[in-house]
């Protein structure tokens, strides 16, 4: 086994009353539909759309026991094709992928290959459900696979290393990524777990390159549309809007299966909605949420999207199928302060409730969840605790998710002079915050704000309504009414250096 970090930060006070146990660091295309660029092509931003045709009408009968044997098979290999390769696989085919592989190692407990496509399908099976016990399993069948192979199994690496991201251990991600790399340098499925860990780590000139390595690299037509995806999200954090929407566009084009295709679509849904293009991101998700019904990724998107567009009920109606399907803490998170916009107090309680639940459970599995514990305490709790735990969260792991959250820590703490300073880190390109995120630039205004720092803090609140209007049902609101209070451009103002 290899040996893990076993030191978590202590729970903290207000969202975790009880102590939380320590916490362990370590093809088929499409048919039917018509993928469309619209809107003056996709690198200006355009619009992704699917038509769907008429339905395929069976003919009559039943396929005969061989037939259905054939088609079961051809499932489970396109499925474990899937897991190996890190694509998106839709939860049916990942359930008897896992009982296929569960029942081969039982029979031949020394297949390491075995084990690692176990292990690899537990943490897909996870990132659909979150059931947080795939965790540990996950973690038991990768290791039996390690142990069994030797340390050049590039499969039970990848796997670890993929378990590594879903817990938010981005220094072990890291690790177990690097070595996996090294047994393989033209494995592709190497390249965007790493990335990942790159970001995690705040190592953007490495993640960068690793980019470089995986474009260059010749891939099969079936893993296009995934080097494409994972480009498209490099793109996007380095503020590359229109070259993001292209990759990703490209990407759903070509995806081979429903489920693969919905998760691309959920990630262009994303990019709409980060610009505040409300229509266009709610085509998105409707579409995803139509092609797998699991995707509650852009369940949770279609209910930020609905508040946005005033139609409440259905909004809370997607957020409640989402957390339905995925119950993790950063959506129920979501979902209590869009209940607390609305002034429904006893709604908004119950879900930081189910957040606090479902954080204990993330614990016990192994998942840091420093950063939204104190993106919580920050704002609903103790907001020392958040400043705790986001600092060591920082010296450990230091992404922008991280700096942003934790400048906005030390802002409602009242140290406003070192808040501005992670905040800068958050939306400055120059020091490694290249996304244009509404949020980031909310939280500099408000900081430069306190500071009285007026023409930045006017600037940069501009900047978030700007970037999407509708980014926070309780912090858009504050921004439209600081920037009243500021005034829109006062007389002699100096022009920033």
């Not at 537990?122 to 059931?131: S, W």
């Not at 080097?227 to 996007?236: P, T």
């Not at 030390?410 to 958050?426: F, I």
Request: aromatic fraction near 6%; proline fraction near 6%.
């Amino acid at each position: 086994m290899c040996a893990l970090d076993n030191r978590p930060s202590p729970p903290a006070t207000s969202l975790l009353p009880e102590p939380a146990p320590p916490r362990r660091r370590r093809g088929r295309v499409l048919r039917r539909l018509l993928v469309v660029g619209l809107a003056g092509g996709v690198a200006a931003g355009g619009t992704l759309m699917l038509w769907p045709r008429e339905p395929h009408r069976a003919a009559p009968g039943r396929a005969g026991p061989q037939a259905q044997a054939a088609a079961q098979a051809a499932a489970l290999a396109a499925a474990q094709t899937a897991v190996v390769n890190g694509l998106p696989a839709a939860l049916p085919d990942l359930t008897k992928l896992i009982g296929a592989r569960e029942a081969r190692v039982r029979a031949q407990p020394k297949d390491a290959k075995a084990w690692a496509v176990l292990g690899a399908a537990y943490v897909e099976r996870a990132r659909l459900t979150a059931d947080t016990g795939d965790y540990p399993r996950a973690e038991r069948a990768l290791q039996t696979s390690l142990k069994a192979a030797g340390k050049n199994n590039t499969e039970a690496l990848s796997g670890l290393a993929g378990l590594a991201v879903a817990r938010r251990d981005f220094p072990q991600a890291k690790q177990f990524g690097e070595e996996a790399l090294k047994a393989a340098p033209k494995r592709w499925s190497a390249y965007p777990v790493l990335i990942d860990a790159y970001n995690g780590v705040g190592d953007y000139k490495a993640a960068r390159s690793a980019l470089d390595k995986l474009m260059a690299l010749k891939v099969g037509a079936d893993v296009k549309p995934a080097v494409k995806a994972r480009a498209s999200a490099v793109y996007r954090d380095r503020g590359w809007r229109e070259d993001a929407v292209a990759q990703v566009t490209d990407a759903a084009a070509a995806a081979r299966t429903p489920a693969e295709q919905a998760a691309y679509l959920c990630q262009a849904g994303q990019l709409a909605w980060e610009r505040g293009d409300r229509e266009d991101a709610l085509r998105h998700f409707t579409a995803a949420v139509r092609l797998d019904p699991e995707q509650s990724a852009a369940r949770a998107g279609q209910g930020r999207v609905l508040a946005a567009l005033g139609r409440t009920q259905e909004a809370l109606t997607a957020y409640q199928g989402a957390l339905a399907h995925r119950p993790t803490p950063q959506v129920a998170l979501e979902l209590a302060e869009l209940y607390e916009s609305l002034g429904m107090g006893r709604q908004a309680e119950s879900q930081y409730g189910l957040l606090r639940t479902q954080v204990r459970r993330e614990l016990e599995a192994g998942v840091d969840d420093d950063l939204v514990i104190g993106q919580y305490e920050t704002d609903h709790g103790d907001v020392q605790e958040a400043v705790r735990r986001l600092t060591a969260e920082w010296e450990r792991q230091p992404g922008i998710e991280v700096a942003d959250a934790l400048g906005w820590a030390l802002h409602r703490a009242g140290d406003d002079k070192e808040a501005l300073r992670y905040a800068s880190v958050a939306t400055d390109s120059t020091k490694g915050g290249g996304v244009r995120s509404a949020l980031y630039a909310f939280h500099r205004g408000m900081i430069e704000r306190d500071l009285d720092l007026e023409a930045p803090a006017r600037r940069h609140l501009q900047d978030a309504l700007r970037t999407n209007p509708y980014f926070s049902p309780l912090q858009a609101p504050a921004a439209r009414a600081t920037l009243t209070a500021l005034g829109n451009q006062p007389p002699n103002e100096e022009l920033p250096q």
